[in-house]
T-cell receptor, first 118, second 114 residues
């Protein structure tokens, strides 16, 4: 089955700096890569995602890149703010199904605790 | 639009008991997935239901089971609880038509087994 490795496990930056989190996956059939942010006492919240036919996607201060050949994808946060402090998870989804519907489970990385110091 | 809701938010049980957790998906979503989150193992997939049918299953023992009702609400049950079942149980809903459909998570149920 799919295996997702995430690094680093903790990341500490100063406000205004950039933060980069990297993930690798094992199953070449994986085709969808979401990133989730989890704050204390809450469930994971999707912040950005990328599909396997796209190499890069950006949404304001957040960007994700995907290298299918190397099977790795990365999250980039620019101009970090204290409210960005949280645990970030990458995930990979492997396509299942045929015809009009498909489905897949999320295989998560181990998480990165990001701390942004004011 | 209301988000995913889970009840109860907190549960304390003793070894050997059983527990039922409930999840109400976002209106219009037909897929409900369950995940277990622990500090040691991280987020692990339990199972997924779509239109009242289990469509996908993770690597958990048979003590973990679930079901989905015609209104897409889902329940998961854990029988003969063990200390290691202490975890945050998260459910996520999606439209369920494509593997790339976004999964939206609820706040989770924190289960403590004593």
């Amino acid at each position: 089955g799919e295996n997702v490795e995430q690094h680093p496990s903790t990341l500490s930056v100063q406000e205004g700096d950039s933060a980069v989190i990297k993930c690798t996956y094992s199953d070449s059939a994986s085709n969808y890569f979401p990133w989730y942010k989890q704050e204390l006492g809450k469930g994971p919240q999707l912040i950005i995602d990328i599909r396997s036919n796209v190499g890069e996607k950006k949404d304001q201060r957040i960007a994700v890149t995907l290298n299918k050949t190397a099977k790795h994808f990365s999250l980039h946060i620019t101009e970090t703010q204290p409210e960005d402090s949280a645990v970030y998870f990458c995930a990979a989804v492997t396509h299942r199904g045929a015809g009009g519907t498909s489905y897949g489970k999320l295989t998560f990385g181990q998480g990165t605790i990001l701390t942004v110091h004011p | 639009k209301a988000g995913v809701t889970q009840t109860p938010r907190y549960l304390i049980k003793t070894r050997g008991q059983q527990v039922t957790l409930s999840c109400s998906p976002i209106s219009g979503h037909r897929s409900v997935s369950w995940y277990q989150q622990t500090p040691g193992q991280g987020l692990q997939f339990l199972f997924e239901y779509f239109s009242e049918t289990q469509r996908n299953k993770g690597n958990f023992p048979g003590r973990f089971s679930g079901r989905q009702f015609s209104n897409s609400r889902s329940e998961m049950n854990v029988s003969t609880l063990e200390l290691g079942d202490s975890a945050l149980y998260l459910c996520a809903s999606s439209r369920g038509r494509k593997s790339s459909d976004t999964q939206y998570f609820g706040p989770g149920t924190r289960l403590t087994v004593l």
